[in-house]
């Protein structure tokens, strides 16, 4: 095992509990993602592991090294990309990469060389001797992956890697990741709470809510276990609607008139809901089913949508993180 | 040595890169020297009447200096290592709040490199502005005189005074700052230190025309033993018991500062 981790416990000053209990076993080679709103005990696991920040309780192993015991010996094989920049503005993307390396023992020529190498495959060579307060935030962003790259870690810990990025960029750096793992075979750990991300590209997904993860498993094996669609219908008046949703669960109003609801078999149960509703004389405007999706199972395992955690603690941290960058 | 040896090698390029920063660094104490050095020449209040003459009385006093301007320049030099050590703490902030001290900690550099780069290159930055000082204090009229004995020996002497001040100061306020992680904090931290610091010592006026208490507070203070002995050297080019017990004090300073740095790198830095 790459990663283990057993019963993992952080609590912070105030009692606040951020992680809950948390077990992990991730394989080598393997694309493991944390999926979780905010707040959810994400950042802190990854810290846990990346020996930032020591557990209240409970033990975790990189590579069968004590992350508390062993500190030094774990730094020396993983990588860590921050969910905030880390990369320095004052130098050039050349010697941030060079500095990096340094810190790692690896010669100069040597460094250079992988340097170069990585610069490539993220498509930065061509500003590498540029000052990295002339990058842009998909640049910094890129040359910040590659950082946490350059000693050839076996795992890499990403911290909300596409936070904050246009959803070009977004893309772009899902092909980088995906190219690590078939050029450099790497175990990778990443922490995300865009679904679409995790769905792309984790082999294996733990849904994390309130320092726990709520269910883990392949996506294909998680949307299959969810088993049932998700309808929205929106109406002017969602609420006698719900008279007739039978065998229906997660039943709720949301709060632009839509009435949510899941359900088996959807293809057979709208003509047959429908059919009752029109003869009730009730106008629906639109409806829309919605297949398994890591949506579903998000909603299934915490009962919540993970797009109404998408806050704006969010947009804030973007704000200040590329106005930091400045 | 790699980490350490790297990472001030960054804080140099950084420093360097930075011009106007550079500039601002510099001119301050020119400012200093030639506005406090006029304005405040405390030579003058003494009057001419007293026997002996007051020159006599002035050369004791300052240390044989002619006028306050040469007075004033040692102490100055002792100030702007002061001012650069109070930047290196500063930087450890910057660090953290940009990301990179996560990046630092992140890997396995040993913990005191990240302390111990601020250290260095406050210092080197300390020699290079008090290099320009001098010689600026030197070149303006009516400016520093230097004792006629002054030598290659006096002015290597002057370098490693500034040198154990500075190393004594950068790792003083960075293990201050090693858990602050606003710079709100640090700012008033560097102002409640700096007027004490400054004033409580011999930088500006000498302690015989301070009150006791003020007089027993300054000569336990860092920058009046590198004060001191800078005027030894500068003034008087003379190596005496007093000037080597200054050096001795700073010394010890020193290393009870750098055990500290270590102590409290290892334990200390926190996410």
């Not at chain 1, 993307?93 to 495959?121: C, H, P, S, T, V």
């Not at chain 1, 088993?227 to 709720?252: M, Q, S, T």
């Not at chain 2, 104490?29 to 001419?48: E, H, M, N, R, Y």
């Not at chain 2, 606003?182 to 610091?197: D, F, G, R, Y």
């Amino acid at each position: 095992m790459m990663v283990e981790a057993e019963n993992l416990v952080k609590i912070y000053k105030g009692n606040i509990k951020a992680v809950d209990g948390i077990d992990l076993k991730i394989g080598k080679g393997e694309i493991y993602g944390f999926l979780g709103p905010n707040g959810a005990g994400k950042t802190t696991t990854v810290k846990i592991l990346t020996t930032l920040l020591k557990p209240t309780s409970g033990t975790a192993r990189i590579n069968g090294m004590d992350v508390v015991k062993e500190q030094e010996r774990v730094r020396r094989i993983i990588g860590l990309v921050p969910q905030d920049l880390s990369v320095d503005d004052d130098l050039k993307g050349i010697e941030n990469l060079e500095l990096q390396a340094n810190f790692y023992g690896i010669r100069k020529d040597e460094a250079r060389r992988k340097a170069y190498e990585l610069l490539e495959l993220v498509d930065l060579y061509h500003a590498k001797d540029r000052y990295v307060s002339t990058y842009s935030g998909g640049m910094r962003k890129r040359l910040d992956l590659i950082s946490g790259l350059i000693h050839e870690p076996e795992v890499l810990f990403l911290d909300e890697p596409t936070l904050g990025l246009d959803v070009q960029t977004r893309t772009r750096m899902w092909e980088y990741i995906e190219r690590l793992r078939k050029d450099l075979g790497i175990t990778i750990f990443i922490t995300t709470h865009y679904l679409e991300e995790a769905d792309r590209l984790c082999d294996r997904i733990g849904i994390i809510d309130r320092g726990r993860i709520m269910v883990e498993g392949r996506p294909e094996e998680l949307k299959r276990s969810v088993g049932f669609d998700v309808i929205y219908i929106l109406a002017d008046d969602p609420e006698p609607l719900k008279r007739y949703l039978e065998g229906a669960v997660n039943v709720e109003i949301l709060e632009d008139r839509t009435l949510r609801f899941s359900i088996k078999n959807s293809e057979e149960y709208i003509p047959d809901l429908l059919q009752k509703i029109y003869q009730a004389g009730i106008k629906v405007k639109r409806i829309s089913i919605q297949k398994p999706s890591l949506d579903t199972v998000f909603l299934k395992y915490t009962g919540r949508e993970m797009r109404e955690e998408e806050s704006r603690e969010d947009v804030m941290r973007t704000m200040r993180s590329i106005r930091r960058a400045r | 040595m790699g980490a350490r040896l790297s990472l001030t090698i960054r804080e140099l390029k950084k420093w360097i890169r930075n011009p106007a920063n550079l500039f601002i660094t510099l001119i301050q104490p020119i400012f200093w020297i030639v506005l406090f050095g006029s304005a405040f020449d405390i030579t003058k209040i003494i009057p001419p009447s007293i026997p002996g003459g007051s020159s006599m009385i002035i050369g004791t006093l300052f240390m044989g200096a002619k006028n306050y301007i040469s007075f004033l320049t040692p102490g100055m030099l002792a100030i702007m290592a002061l001012f650069s050590a109070m930047f290196s703490g500063m930087s450890i902030i910057w660090d953290r709040r940009f990301g990179y001290l996560t990046r630092l900690l992140v890997s396995p550099i040993p913990r005191d490199s990240i302390v111990l780069s601020k250290v260095f290159s406050s210092t080197i930055k300390a020699i290079v502005q008090s290099t320009i000082l001098f010689i600026i204090a030197i070149l303006i009229p009516n400016g520093l005189y230097i004792s006629s004995s002054f030598n290659i020996y006096d002015l290597i002497g002057v370098f490693a005074i500034i040198s154990l001040l500075s190393i004594g100061f950068s790792g003083l306020f960075s293990i201050i700052v090693i858990r602050v992680k606003k710079m709100e904090t640090l700012m008033a931290i560097v102002n409640l230190l700096n007027l004490p610091l400054m004033f409580a010592s011999t930088a500006m006026f000498p302690s015989d025309i301070m009150p006791d208490w003020l007089k027993g507070i300054a000569s336990y203070n860092p920058i009046s033993w590198a004060a001191n002995s800078l005027r030894y050297l500068i003034l008087q080019g003379s190596w005496n018991s007093t000037l080597f017990t200054d050096i001795a004090y700073l010394l010890i300073f020193d290393a009870i500062i750098i055990l500290a740095v270590f102590v409290v790198s290892k334990y200390g830095f926190e996410e």
